[in-house]
């Protein structure tokens, strides 16, 4: 499980907010899951959660990994490089608004495969 953070640039560094990246398989290729992704109320639209994903993402990339998946926002998420999971033959388990799901490959070199999202147990889906 990779876990990456923004804090507040004060001195007392309160945690502002987060994004966690599980393990997850498309198919049979290894993935990441995005989720959860949080920021607290009063500290939202201020780019705490887009510092934490981006970083995420880039840690990831460093790690060799290659694909990531989202469930969530679909006004958020394609600022990050995600498009939409069904275009690449992407699917779930569970049915969800087609564009709420969403994948994107870390390396060019490796175009997303095709297949069902299999979630860690945690997600029961
Ligand atoms: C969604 C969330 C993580 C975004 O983090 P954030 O720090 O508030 O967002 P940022 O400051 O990085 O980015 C701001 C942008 O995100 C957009 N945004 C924020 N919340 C949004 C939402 N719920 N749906 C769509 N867009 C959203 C803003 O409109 C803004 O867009 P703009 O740059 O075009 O003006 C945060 O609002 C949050 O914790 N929400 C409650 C929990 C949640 O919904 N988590 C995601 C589950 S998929």
């Known amino acids: 499980?990779?876990?990456?953070?923004?804090?507040?640039?004060?001195?007392?560094?309160?945690?502002?907010?987060h994004a966690l990246l599980t393990r997850c398989h498309i198919g049979d290729t290894p993935a990441l899951c995005l989720a959860p992704v949080s920021v607290r109320p009063e500290r939202q639209?201020?780019?705490?959660?887009?510092?934490?994903?981006?970083?995420?993402l880039a840690?990831?990339?460093?790690m060799g990994e290659r694909?990531?998946?989202?469930?969530g926002h679909p006004a958020y998420y394609p600022r990050f490089g995600f498009g939409r999971a069904?275009?690449?033959?992407?699917?779930?388990t569970v049915d969800v608004p087609d564009e709420a799901m969403m994948a994107m490959a870390l390396d060019?070199?490796?175009p997303l495969p095709s297949g069902t999202v299999r979630h860690a147990a945690p997600f029961g889906i």
Do not use: W
């Open 108 to 110: 060019a070199a490796h």
């Open 59 to 62: 840690a990831a990339g460093d």
């Open 45 to 56: 639209r201020s780019g705490a959660g887009s510092a934490a994903i981006r970083a995420a």
């Open 1 to 17: 499980m990779l876990r990456f953070s923004a804090f507040e640039t004060s001195l007392e560094a309160d945690l502002v907010g």
């Open 67 to 71: 694909y990531v998946t989202v469930l």
């Open 86 to 92: 069904s275009a690449y033959g992407i699917g779930l």
